[in-house]
């Protein structure tokens, strides 16, 4: 049985140029980066390539470039972080209410102790930019949007965002989750006036337990844990070296981006031709929604029937976010979708090595499911 892999959304498969120079790392590069010592430097001159290589990614300085476990440690540090050193400027924080778990959860927790949180309306068309320019003010100190939806890849349109907080004249510091974004599409730092950005290494085949966080002031954050002096004081702790190498090696160049992005967007739209014709399947993605991600609800089969139904054939998708398990969508519920396509929902999300076989594979999977399994 072959196996179909359409979850890449929660993790991709770590590619084998970023295996390779983990294992590579791992048995030559041990010494500790900090180390004042000929290997301590080997070891910190792989720190820095991978700086740089990420840096020029994303069209920043390598010094702007943090290490940090993930995704999900990026945005803690960007939202604790930012608040704990700027609360002087303000108390107000603006968001959507379809960010992932690791910016809202953070949020919530600020909310506690006593910031005002102003929760953006969404929809399956994207956000309110209304709700979003009456919310700014100039008691907003941060506004953490995230650049692509990890359940839907609804892109936000985050240069219109940046030149809302112009706009309004708001000292805001601007932090971007770009998790789902990264190495998907293109990222110029500059150009889109982020100060704030996050990105992780298991969502491009790199090694999970990496990431990083830009950071275009150094000033506008303060540490949330304390130890070493490593990451300029920002994110202690000794460098895991062997993922960071691997990190590196997991990120393709511009053309290698563009050139995935254009098989990623064939096989999307080979599977939404696939399924049009198909009575019960409903797609809750927008046209505006990027190709690695599509979410899909089938009538009459509730999600997690589905996932399990696919599981057994050995084609893997998800219902929702990886970080949410077990729960029913707050996206698609705050989008505005119906309970029954919520509850029907199921995520598939594509990566470079995904086929058109692959596609075919799951189509008569579920057209079997739809005949077999529907309640209706």
């Known amino acids: 049985m072959k196996e179909v892999y359409f979850d890449n959304s929660s993790t991709t498969r770590i590619c084998e140029k970023a295996l390779e120079s983990m294992i590579k790392t791992a048995k030559n590069n041990y010494a500790n980066p900090s180390s004042l010592h000929l290997k301590g430097f080997e070891s910190e001159n792989i720190l820095n390539l991978a700086r740089e290589k990420i840096a020029g990614k994303i069209n920043c300085d390598k010094d702007q470039v943090y290490f940090t476990s993930g995704g999900t440690e990026s945005n803690n540090i960007a939202i604790l972080g930012s608040m704990a050193k700027n609360r002087k400027f303000g108390d107000k924080i ?6 992932h778990p690791s910016v809202l959860q953070s949020i919530k927790y600020l909310e506690r102790k006593g910031y005002e949180v102003k929760y953006i309306k969404s929809s399956s068309a994207g956000i309110d930019f209304d709700d979003l320019t009456r919310s700014i003010d100039d008691r907003t100190a941060l506004v953490s949007i995230m650049m692509v939806n990890n359940e839907t890849g609804e892109k936000l349109p985050v240069e219109k965002i ?16 770009a998790a789902q974004a990264f190495c998907k599409i293109p990222i110029d730092i500059q150009r889109l006036g982020i100060d704030l950005l996050s990105i992780s290494a298991h969502k491009v085949h790199g090694p999970k ?13 303060s540490p949330i844990t304390f130890g070493g002096g490593q990451e300029n004081n920002l994110r202690p702790g000794t460098q895991p070296i062997e993922l960071i190498s691997g990190f590196s ?16 967007n064939e096989i999307n739209n080979y599977l939404i031709d696939k399924i049009q014709g198909i009575k019960n399947i409903n797609i809750n993605s927008s046209s505006s929604a990027i190709p690695y991600i599509l979410n899909l ?3 009459g089969i509730p999600s997690e029937v589905m996932v399990n139904y696919l599981s057994d054939k050995g084609i893997y998708v998800s219902a929702g976010s990886a970080c949410s398990r077990n729960k029913k969508s707050r996206v698609l519920f705050n989008m505005g979708f ?36 529907s309640k209706n």
């Open 162 to 177: 940046k030149k809302i907080i112009k706009l309004k004249r708001s000292k805001a510091i601007f932090h971007v989750d």
């Open 249 to 264: 090696e997991a990120i393709c160049s511009g053309e290698d981006t563009e050139k995935h992005y254009n098989r990623v």
């Open 297 to 299: 609800s089938i009538d």
């Open 94 to 99: 603006v968001t959507t209410n379809i960010e």
């Open 338 to 373: 119906s309970e029954n396509r919520i509850n029907t929902a199921i995520r598939v999300s594509f990566s470079r090595f995904n086929t058109k076989e692959e596609v075919d594979i799951f189509v008569n999977a579920i057209t079997y499911a739809i005949e077999n399994l």
């Open 209 to 221: 337990g990496i990431g990083a966080l830009y950071v275009s002031n150094k000033n506008l954050l």
